[in-house]
């Protein structure tokens, strides 16, 4: 089944993404996308809200889309097309794909993507970020396509393309873990479990950017348990960042008012270095109104855990 999209808005085509999964969702569920948690995936999904991730990546992106696919035709001579439609998966309706073309004559589909010059490593001889890895083959999935091919412009100066086989043993394991989400977390409106990555901490943050001045009581063993793992991991990195700064004091010894210092397998710089820092407490103190107009409000929560002393009996 597939629903056509040209007609649609992009608010409408925004709502349209959050009725299933779809091929950059897969990378989350599966743990290879750096930038987004499953906790943060999980809240796009069920929140009554629409929210657009508008960058200059993605717009760029966007606008060189038609580019990329004509120089995949140029240097391959395979024609492709534009398919307008959210398709669905015959069998696991939470799976939708939204493809950049089609490639004519073939089982197969062209995806596009730019990205930036520091990213060149991941393009090497047959590497594919893993994270596009997943998209094709979630896209292979719902569309019955045998083979894919990816084409990305790097830097702006940069063009490479490559070929990609469906695996259909990945294709399993894929299909259950979305499964999984889709039905255990989405249907039953259970978020997964909150993690460390950035994303989940800064969505956090948005979620109670302030509070409310109330004191709740917690489930004692969950959230103690928390809290002895924190304080066991705090001591261990006290310990260890002892440690480190005892070793660079010993290699600072040994180089001395030397500049440099070096091993068979290392170099050691030990440069100068002058920085100038602003005395924000003297400005404070004998600008105040200059200080005051150039100081930046910002809002966050720190977290402190403090032992409560029990009452003796």
């Given at each position: 089944?597939?629903?056509?999209?040209?007609?649609?808005?992009?608010?409408?085509?925004?709502?349209?993404?959050?009725?299933?999964i779809?091929?950059?969702?897969?990378?989350?569920?599966?743990?290879?996308?750096?930038?987004?948690?499953?906790?943060?995936?999980?809240?796009?999904?069920?929140?009554?809200?629409?929210?657009?991730?508008?960058?200059?990546?993605?717009?760029?992106?966007?606008?060189?889309?038609?580019?990329?696919?004509?120089?995949?035709?140029?240097?391959?001579?395979?024609?492709v097309?534009?398919?307008?439609?959210?398709?669905?998966?015959p069998?696991?309706?939470?799976?939708?794909?939204?493809?950049?073309?089609?490639?004519?004559?073939?089982?197969?589909?062209?995806?596009?993507?730019?990205?930036?010059?520091?990213?060149?490593?991941?393009?090497?001889?047959?590497?594919?970020?893993?994270?596009?890895?997943?998209q094709?083959?979630?896209?292979?999935?719902?569309?019955?396509?045998?083979?894919?091919?990816?084409?990305?412009l790097?830097?702006?100066?940069?063009?490479?393309?490559?070929?990609?086989?469906?695996?259909?043993?990945?294709?399993?394991?894929?299909?259950?873990?979305?499964?999984?989400?889709?039905?255990?977390?989405?249907?039953?409106?259970?978020?997964?479990?909150?993690?460390?990555?950035?994303s989940?901490?800064?969505?956090?943050?948005?979620?109670?950017?302030?509070?409310?001045?109330?004191?709740?009581?917690?489930?004692?063993?969950d959230?103690?348990?928390?809290?002895?793992?924190?304080?066991?991991?705090?001591?261990?990195?006290?310990?260890?960042?002892?440690?480190?700064?005892?070793?660079?004091?010993?290699?600072?010894?040994?180089?001395?008012?030397?500049?440099?210092?070096?091993?068979?397998?290392?170099?050691?710089?030990?440069?100068?270095?002058?920085?100038?820092?602003?005395?924000?407490?003297?400005?404070?103190?004998?600008?105040?109104?200059?200080a005051?107009?150039?100081?930046?409000?910002?809002?966050?929560?720190?977290?402190?855990?403090?032992?409560?002393?029990?009452?003796?009996?």
């Amino acid at each position: 089944m597939a629903k056509n999209t040209s007609e649609m808005s992009r608010q409408e085509w925004l709502w349209n993404r959050k009725s299933g999964i779809g091929g950059s969702d897969s990378s989350t569920i599966l743990g290879f996308n750096a930038w987004k948690s499953p906790f943060e995936l999980y809240i796009d999904k069920t929140s009554e809200e629409v929210q657009e991730i508008d960058n200059e990546a993605i717009h760029w992106g966007n606008v060189l889309e038609d580019v990329v696919a004509e120089e995949f035709t140029r240097r391959t001579g395979k024609k492709v097309r534009r398919r307008n439609q959210t398709f669905r998966h015959p069998d696991y309706d939470f799976m939708i794909a939204n493809i950049d073309r089609d490639v004519v004559g073939e089982n197969a589909l062209l995806e596009c993507k730019t990205t930036n010059a520091f990213n060149s490593d991941a393009w090497e001889g047959e590497h594919i970020p893993p994270a596009y890895i997943c998209q094709l083959q979630h896209y292979m999935a719902v569309l019955d396509y045998e083979k894919a091919y990816i084409a990305v412009l790097i830097g702006g100066q940069k063009f490479v393309w490559k070929e990609v086989d469906r695996d259909d043993e990945f294709i399993e394991l894929m299909i259950e873990q979305e499964k999984h989400f889709w039905e255990e977390h989405v249907l039953k409106e259970i978020p997964p479990e909150i993690d460390g990555t950035k994303s989940a901490s800064e969505l956090l943050n948005k979620m109670y950017p302030e509070d409310n001045g109330e004191t709740i009581m917690l489930k004692s063993d969950d959230a103690e348990m928390l809290i002895e793992a924190i304080e066991s991991i705090k001591s261990e990195v006290k310990e260890k960042q002892s440690l480190q700064k005892e070793y660079e004091n010993k290699l600072k010894m040994m180089v001395g008012d030397a500049q440099t210092g070096v091993t068979p397998r290392f170099e050691i710089k030990l440069k100068t270095v002058k920085s100038n820092r602003l005395d924000s407490k003297s400005l404070r103190k004998e600008l105040p109104d200059i200080a005051e107009k150039y100081t930046n409000q910002s809002t966050s929560r720190r977290l402190t855990i403090k032992q409560i002393e029990q009452e003796a009996i």
